[in-house]
């Protein structure tokens, strides 16, 4: 075989995309986060069983300042995800996107959880051979009411919260193998979202109520 100056920057390119493509890979496996409880049986059958023929419009946290404008529809955008993979409703979408006003209005409660500041410098400085271990919260408070009312009105409050334990390091690599342990955004998890659709599963009278314009309790 003739070796030609195509096939040497062939190989070059190729192993230039190799050098890229495999560090992300690993960096991305040196994080680990351990996954919520899978829930019973009975709560997996009340919420196939519970759908809500309603629509439901998410709007942005207006009271935030402008300079928190990003970090709002961040918000805006994750709660009406998170809503669409409970499927309990007929409809959710970004509130502005809506024609008719939506039978409820969503809006996440407060500052939702983020990822701590935190700086692994044990890690980093043994290049991952010492992990470092955090408490991290997921999770997206929210509020229902209905449409039309203001923010002091009758409204209700869903509050999902997780605590997990995360770390960073070489030692995530073969956690990351066990079943309860995930790389990925707790948000998009299987376990998240039945957590998160069970929670409102559980006030299920409470928004059928707001939504017929009837006090709960």
């Known amino acids: 075989m003739i070796w030609t100056k195509n096939r040497t920057r062939a190989l070059i390119a190729g192993l230039v995309v190799i050098a890229i493509v495999i560090p992300l890979g690993v960096i991305e ?6 996954r919520p409880p899978r829930i019973t049986r009975s709560q997996r059958a009340l919420i196939k069983s519970t759908h809500f023929s309603l629509s439901v419009g998410v709007e942005k946290d207006i009271t935030l300042e402008d300079g928190a404008n990003f970090e709002a529809l961040g918000s805006q955008r994750d709660l009406v995800r998170a809503m669409q993979r409970s ?3 007929d409809r959710v979408d970004r509130l502005g996107v809506f024609k008719e006003p939506p039978d409820l209005v969503a809006r996440v409660d ?3 959880p983020s990822p701590p500041a935190t700086i692994p410098l044990a890690s980093l400085v043994t290049l991952g051979l010492f992990p470092t271990w955090y408490k991290e919260e997921s999770g997206l408070p929210f509020s229902l009411r209905r449409p039309g009312t203001a923010l002091t009105g009758p409204a209700l409050h869903i509050r999902y919260i997780y605590a997990g334990h995360s770390l960073e390091g070489w030692l995530a690599v ?3 193998l066990l079943p309860n342990h995930t790389w990925h955004d707790l948000d998009e998890d299987p376990r998240f979202v039945d957590h998160f659709a069970w929670e409102i599963v559980k006030h299920r009278r409470e928004i059928e109520a707001l939504a017929a314009g009837k ?3």
């Open 29 to 34: 496996s040196c994080y680990t986060t351990t």
């Open 87 to 89: 499927g309990l409703f």
């Open 110 to 112: 407060g500052d939702a």
């Open 174 to 176: 073969p956690l990351n």
């Open 215 to 217: 006090p709960h309790r």
